[in-house]
């Protein structure tokens, strides 16, 4: 049905900048919630981004407030994370989602908001 492909991680050095992309195949997804959402090894999923799909509205986890920027080209149905100052605390699997309808604000940051994964891109930071 809808198919998303992470790309753009890799090995970075503290304070240094990644950009990731999703790309979403299957149908446009302008009109939908999308959101990024990370999970490092033994830990818990957690949220990190989500972008409103009638509003354009973007949300951070606080954990990334001022670091990272969550933007979309609807045009190319991609969605974009650029990541700055990243710190030791960042590594992990980062997932793009894409969720249907629009959710109200409060669950913007729940992974059961969302209907469809990609597969994930690893971001590992260096010291």
């Known amino acids: 049905q809808v198919q998303l492909l992470e790309s753009g991680g890799g090995l970075v050095q503290a304070g240094g900048s990644l950009r990731l992309s999703c790309a979403a195949s299957g149908r446009p997804f302008s009109t939908y919630p999308m959101a990024w959402f990370r999970q490092a090894p033994g830990k818990e999923r957690e949220f990190v981004a989500a972008?409103?799909?009638?509003?354009?509205?973007?949300y951070y986890a606080d954990s990334v407030k001022g670091r990272f920027t969550f933007s979309r080209d609807n045009g190319k149905n991609t969605v974009y994370l650029q990541m700055n100052s990243l710190k030791p605390e960042d590594p992990a699997v980062y997932y793009c989602a894409a969720g249907l309808g629009s959710p109200i604000r409060s669950v913007l940051s729940y992974a059961s908001t969302y209907t469809y994964w990609g597969q994930g891109t690893q971001v590992t930071v260096s010291s």
């Open positions: 972008i409103k799909g009638n509003s354009g509205s973007t």
